[in-house]
């Protein structure tokens, strides 16, 4: 469920204008989407489903504060990088900067996938997130549903989490290459010895 966001445009408002607040980024990962693709985790989420596997992601806090413009050359600046994939905690909840660095990543020819926790319907209705019509928009394939830990899946058959979750292909041309699994993991080791272990049901956990 949902809880109250009374408070959320407030907290929101500490991101600057064309900026996002992320929780972590990886390039050229494999279990989250076809291809190889960057994976951008956004910070904050009102869900908090029971048995998330990211709850570090709930808070609004800022933690890493990036440009649109300076996440957009990362992202390209690896040529390996075929897609972006929109992770969080909840990335609808910063949907009109999403749509931008979406936006300027198709005009290089990359794909861009996002999970969400609300339905296609919610982000297509009158009460959706601030720019959710212009993320979808751009999106390429969209992965939508809460996590709900009693439908878990853990299935080399599944791209997702739990059985309610649904996969959108916006783009006839990924509609075969849907092939990614819920029971996929990748390790990150980055230069400073830090970690990140993601792909598993969709968890990131940083080290």
Known sequence: MVQNNGNLRMEL???????LNIMGYVDESEVNGPGRRAVVWVQGCLRQCRGCFNKESWSFAINQLVSVDTLAEKILSNPRNQGVTFSGGEPFWQAAALAVLAAKVKAAG???????????????SDSAPAGSQDLLNQLDILIDGPYIQSLALNSPDSPVSSSNQRVHVFNPALQEHITWTSDQIEIHIFKDGSRIITGYRGRLELE
């Open 13 to 19: 408002i500490q991101i600057p204008p064309d900026y």
């Open 110 to 124: 990359l794909n861009v996938m996002s999970f969400s926790g609300f339905t296609l319907e919610e982000l297509q």
